[in-house]
């Protein structure tokens, strides 16, 4: 599956990792923001738009490179992957929905680092079931006027644009039509965004509302059909679960190494706890469920790769990978004892940041439902 | 400007052990790397290509066919071409020989303005491959150089010494070896990485670099390792705890103790 460029790329990750995340992960956590110069690193050396085209700024690289970095990315900082972002949710619309001069206008400016842009689609009252979006978009001449509010938005307030979601038909049968996707440009009149929320976790990723007050949107900047958006946006969703699935692989690893750290250098009962069967059981079970996740993913990468279809089996990953994250996550801090909740220690903030996992890119429970139903109707 | 590189691939000294019967290193299962010193020529190299477009930066190494995986790297940092040049008949080689070999190689490739080298390899440590390529290459060198810029179609060159540095004005062709306070290296690329495999490598033979065998390989090189040994490891030291005052009567006592003082 891997090719010698896999194992370079690898590399490159890795050091980039050491050199640049690993040392601001505890400074990125506290203030919530990464400094611009590390923004820059990523899309100087073409992280930011792995997966893709050159001819729209990208490296033109496949999915398995992506979920290499993801991986080795979040192993030393889980809230990294939104330095990434372009390769999946933020880039993936104009990819593979925009017209070629949306692509050239906000695809080519996103790969080469120069923008932020934001996926709206979730709201407070359409999580889970998104389809019961409640932002509304009005015909009006050669433009529609949207209304609305978009909640936990991933660089809300930092984005410079964003595809959002909403009704243009509010008398269709099923909810999950009538909906269309918009590019909408943060400095347009009636965009704003809301105060960052505080959360648990990931505090790096920064996340707010959008709010949307009679805010014009041109024609041109509809994406993909008029009255498509569902489809659009459950057409990206796979690679966005892989993405997703690899990042909590990285998260799972980075908290499985911090594990292993702490229990050869721990002494307790005149030895390192590392020596105790208990702690050598605990250990065993997390390398083996990472390694695991390490399949899954990675399976699922390569055949996104070979184009297959992968909706059942991205939903597998992104749910055991999630899952084996936190449980990971938490032994780990167990193995820690006292010093695993104290801020000093990398597990404390792996922990939180873990717990965002099978929540967000469709809650695991989402994912059994496309897992159960896909298998019920073969 | 047509710059080239010398490079070598070393195990990752983080990593290396060496057999206490043998005194010899382990190489199996230990990654391979580029030196670091060269890891600083190549940044360098890449530095002066950007500051004058339209040069070309070419990586050179004497090695094992493993060492390819070397000379990708350094394509994928954006080196523009590299060089292998691997031939049974050069292992063994001492710094004699392997500079020998290396400038065969550097005027095959005609006509080259800098050639650029790290300072020492991590396993060798003897410092004398760059200094010796300068004089069969018959060009002027500068060694430890912990600054280069390009001043008016000359290079601006400051050469660390031990307690400071001199500022050498020097024109090309000229070979300079780097230490790890010229530059930060960068990193490989994504599209870098992509597109080294796409690249070829030109390997180089003994006869394709028109060499005579008495000047490469084991036979040829003059230096010969008498004995090779790691030294005793130092015993435990001992940690004096207390006030300044207490501390350094201790400390006193222990050295008279031993009839240090």
Known sequence: MFEKKHEMIRKLAREFAERELAPIAVEVDRTGLYPKAVWEKVARYGLSGITIPREYGGAGGDYKSLAIVMEEFCAKDVSSASLLMGNSLSGAPYLYFGTEEQKRKYLVPLAEGRTIASFGLTEPGAGSDSGATSTVA??????????GRKTFITMGPLCDYAVIFAKTDTGCKRKTDGITAFIVESGWKGFSSG???????????????????????????VLGEVGKGFHLAMSILDAGRVTVAAQSLGAAKGALDEAVKYAKER???????????NTQFAIADMATKVEAARQLVYSVADKL??????????????????ETAVEVANKSLQI?????YMREYAIERIYRDARILPIYEGTSEIQRLVIGANILKR | MNIVVCAKQVPNST?????????????????????????????????????????????????????????????AMGADDAVLL?????????TWATSNALAAGIRKLGQVDVVLAGRQATDGDTAQ??????????????????????????????????????????????????????????????RGVYDAYDKDIRVWGLDDIGLAQDRVGLDASPTHVFRSFTPDPKGKGVILEGSPRDVAGALAADLRRRHLI
């Open chain 2, 86 to 94: 691997c031939d049974r008949r050069f292992a063994g080689s001492d």
């Open chain 1, 138 to 147: 009005r015909e009006d001449g050669d433009a529609y006027v949207l209304n």
């Open chain 1, 336 to 340: 820690h004892g006292g010093y695993g």
């Open chain 2, 15 to 75: 990593q290396v052990k060496t057999n206490p019967q043998t005194g010899t290193i382990i190489r199996e299962g230990v990654e391979s790397v580029l030196n670091p010193d060269d890891a600083n020529a190549l940044e360098a190299a890449l530095a002066l290509k950007e500051a004058s477009p339209g040069s070309t930066v070419t990586v050179v190494t004497m090695g094992p066919p493993q060492a390819d995986d070397m000379l990708r790297e350094c394509l």
């Open chain 1, 305 to 322: 790769d070979r184009k297959e279809k992968v909706t059942t089996e991205a939903a597998m990953a992104k749910l055991f990978a999630s």
């Open chain 1, 267 to 277: 002494v307790q009962f005149g030895q390192p706890i590392a020596r105790f069967q």
């Open chain 1, 195 to 221: 105060k960052p929320e505080e959360k648990l976790g990931i505090h790096g990723s920064i996340t707010s509302d959008i709010i949307l007050e009679d805010l014009r949107v041109p024609k041109e900047n």
């Open chain 2, 129 to 190: 491959v760059g200094p010796q390529l300068a004089e069969r290459l018959d060009v002027p060198q500068v060694t430890y150089v912990m600054a280069c810029e390009p001043k008016d179609g000359k290079l601006l060159v400051k050469r660390q010494l031990e307690d400071g540095y001199e500022l050498i004005e020097i024109g090309t062709p000229c070979l300079l070896t780097a230490v790890k306070e010229l530059n930060e290296p960068r990193y490989m690329s994504v």
